[in-house]
């Protein structure tokens, strides 16, 4: 059974940083295509924030391009946003999707329970 946990979350000061963290488990036999970070606002449809697909290419949008991050370590079956120059509409509960591709199976994706992040003075 697949898990997804983030972790990282937390308060910072506009400005300032903050790293989320996304572990999967249970992928025997199941292979990574594409990892992604949205964030879901108050009153706010979800929305991407960046996605790094298994080729190395990345989708960055464009309210955070240059101050988000995206990355993962294989080894570890990790996913990573490094988050930089935060501002307060930042704010938001995180998510991480991870979209794993099983041979008779397809591709179906795999939703963390989300991670608070508040950017507040």
């Known amino acids: 059974q697949v898990q997804v946990v983030e972790s990282g979350g937390g308060t910072a000061q506009p400005g300032g940083s903050l790293r989320l963290s996304c572990a999967v488990s249970g992928t025997t036999y199941k292979i990574n295509v594409i990892g992604g970070w949205y964030r879901q606002a108050p009153g706010a449809q979800r929305e991407l924030v960046a996605a790094?697909?298994?080729?190395?290419?990345?989708n960055i949008a464009s309210s955070v391009k240059g101050r988000f991050t995206i990355s993962r370590d294989n080894a570890k079956n990790m996913l990573y946003l490094q988050m930089d120059s935060l501002k307060a509409e930042d704010t938001a509960i995180y998510y991480c999707?991870?979209?794993?591709?099983?041979?008779?199976?397809?591709?179906?994706?795999?939703w963390g329970q989300g991670t608070q992040v508040t950017v507040s003075s």
């Open positions: 999707k991870r979209q794993l591709w099983q041979q008779g199976w397809g591709m179906s994706d795999y």
């Open positions: 790094l697909f298994s080729g190395g290419a990345t």
